[in-house]
């Protein structure tokens, strides 16, 4: 059976991430059956991180504030986690079943795929992004 995607209640989510009103910095995105739906909603990252169980695959939309002493700058990561324990079928449709979700989530600075729960480490995903923000005015102070 093909993956689909429930769109309008995903793009919620999305929503609520990208809102500089809320306090929601990262939303999942998980499977019910053969239909990607929002799953859980949170402001820490910490939590984040424990829905990345060696069981699931799940997709993480997650807001990150980054920048230098100049200028402080939120980015976006999509974060594609597949468990350890994954099958080898369920692995590769992630891949496809990803484009699905890049037709909600589109706007992120750096896109993720990780299967170790070592790369979701913050300080690792945040130099990530920052080298992937641009100027960085850090190098000045040294």
Same mark, same amino acid.
């Given at each position: 059976?093909?993956?689909?995607?429930?769109?309008? %209640?995903?793009?919620?989510?999305y929503?609520l991430?990208?809102?500089?009103?809320?306090d929601?910095?990262?939303?999942?995105?998980?499977?019910?059956?053969?239909?990607i @739906?929002p799953?859980?909603?949170?402001?820490?990252?910490?939590?984040?991180?424990?829905?990345?169980?060696?069981?699931?695959?799940?997709?993480?939309? +997650?807001?990150?504030?980054?920048?230098d %002493?100049?200028?402080?700058? +939120?980015?976006? %990561?999509?974060?594609?986690?597949?468990?350890?324990?994954v099958?080898?079928?369920?692995?590769?449709k992630?891949?496809?079943?990803?484009?699905?979700?890049?037709?909600? +989530?589109?706007?992120?600075?750096?896109?993720? @795929?990780?299967?170790?729960h070592?790369?979701?480490?913050?300080?690792?995903?945040?130099?990530?992004?920052?080298?992937?923000g641009?100027?960085?005015?850090?190098?000045?102070?040294?």
């Open positions: 059976m093909a993956t689909k995607i429930d769109k309008e %209640a995903c793009r919620e989510a929503n991430v990208r809102d500089d009103g809320t929601v910095n990262w939303v999942t995105f998980k499977y019910e059956g053969s239909t @739906v799953g859980h909603h949170g402001a820490d990252y910490e939590e984040f991180i424990r829905q990345c169980t060696d069981d699931i695959r799940l997709f993480g939309f +997650v807001r990150f504030t980054t920048g %002493a100049m200028s402080k700058r +939120v980015k976006f %990561a999509l974060i594609t986690w597949i468990g350890e324990s099958s080898g079928l369920q692995r590769a992630t891949g496809t079943d990803k484009t699905l979700v890049k037709e909600v +989530v589109q706007n992120f600075a750096k896109e993720f @795929v990780i299967s170790d070592k790369e979701l480490d913050e300080d690792y995903i945040k130099s990530e992004l920052k080298k992937a641009g100027a960085n005015y850090d190098a000045q102070a040294e």
